[in-house]
């Protein structure tokens, strides 16, 4: 085999490896797993934009602005201390998850589903009277700023006063 053919063949062997890598990976099970979608996110009313949000656990999307968004939540039902919101869902958090879930959706297994995440979304409230959601408002008596910015993605403030948008495969909140 000539040198030039050896190239073309391990150049066609490399262009299948990567279409073959492309075509494998979903997603869905890099962003939110039920969504598809890279960030937690919603549209037009906002009483069901967290029914097919991602899964977050100890080994899903562990760390991760989506996670950050979810401590926050816990956070404002009076389930986690304010100092533990860091975007790392770690056993604090999959305890707190866990006591959330008995107090609201009645079975605990703490991950945090699309009927979890469904569960809080029922507390995202227009408290201004404009028709777009701004607060999460938890039952612990505290509540937090939270909106959709103009592709729907869903934006808070983390401990430190950042904004920043909810997203699956980063973390920027810790």
Known sequence: MTAWKRVRAAGGVAVAVTAAVLVGASPAAASGDYSGLAFVRGGSGFSDDWNDEGILSTSRHASSNATCLWQKILWADGHLAWNEIDGA?????????????????????????KDTFGKAGQWLKDTDGNGSVDTYQGSGGRSFAVSRDGDGDYTFYDRNGDKRVAGYNYETCG
């Open 89 to 113: 869902f770690g056993d604090r958090t999959k305890q707190a998850t866990i006591a959330w879930q008995r107090a609201y959706v009645g079975s605990a297994d703490g991950v945090v589903g």
